[in-house]
């Protein structure tokens, strides 16, 4: 008759514990299909997304090489405008340079014109007309590059 009564309450533990492990087998099959859902989900908006992706991969692509073209369009330009920039400074250089020789041979002519004879003032002032020449020339050759740059 033990025998009996253990077997009963072994065979209703058993049935308990089926039971319990039947519930929590169906939670973890209903947590199963949330994350299948959610997986077939990621899948789409996964797929969505690369292709997102691919479009502006391709894009920022085509712009570098946009950027690039117009870079090696616009070299030449800068070489142009450090040539102009170099020549403007070699002619800046030059009219100080003949202003500097005109404002001595003044400053000189003034000087010798009061210790000097005469004659002496008279060949000064027949430099004077020398270096305005020399100006002229100098700005002459300047519009001409000027012109020739447009």
């Known amino acids: 008759m033990l025998w009996q009564i253990s077997l009963i309450i072994v065979a209703l533990a058993f049935g308990v514990l089926v039971y319990y492990l039947v519930q929590t087998l169906?939670?973890?099959?209903g947590s199963l299909d949330e994350i299948r859902e959610t997986m077939a989900?990621?899948?789409g908006e996964l797929a969505q997304v690369s292709t997102e992706?691919?479009?502006?991969?391709?894009n920022t692509n085509q712009m570098a090489v946009d950027v690039r073209t117009k870079l090696q369009d616009l070299e030449p330009l800068f070489r142009s405008v450090?040539?102009?920039g170099t020549m403007i400074h070699e002619l800046t250089r030059t009219v100080k340079e003949s202003a500097s020789s005109v404002a001595t041979v003044i400053q000189d002519g003034r000087r010798r014109a009061l210790t000097a004879a005469p004659g002496k003032v008279q060949k000064v002032m027949s430099?004077?007309?020398?270096?305005?020449?020399?100006?002229?020339?100098?700005?002459?050759?300047k519009d001409r590059h000027t012109a020739a740059m447009k």
């Open 26 to 29: 169906k939670s973890l099959r």
């Open 41 to 43: 989900g990621m899948k």
């Open 53 to 58: 992706v691919k479009d502006v991969l391709h």
């Open 82 to 84: 450090n040539d102009v």
């Open 127 to 141: 430099g004077i007309p020398v270096a305005i020449d020399l100006w002229n020339s100098f700005r002459q050759r």
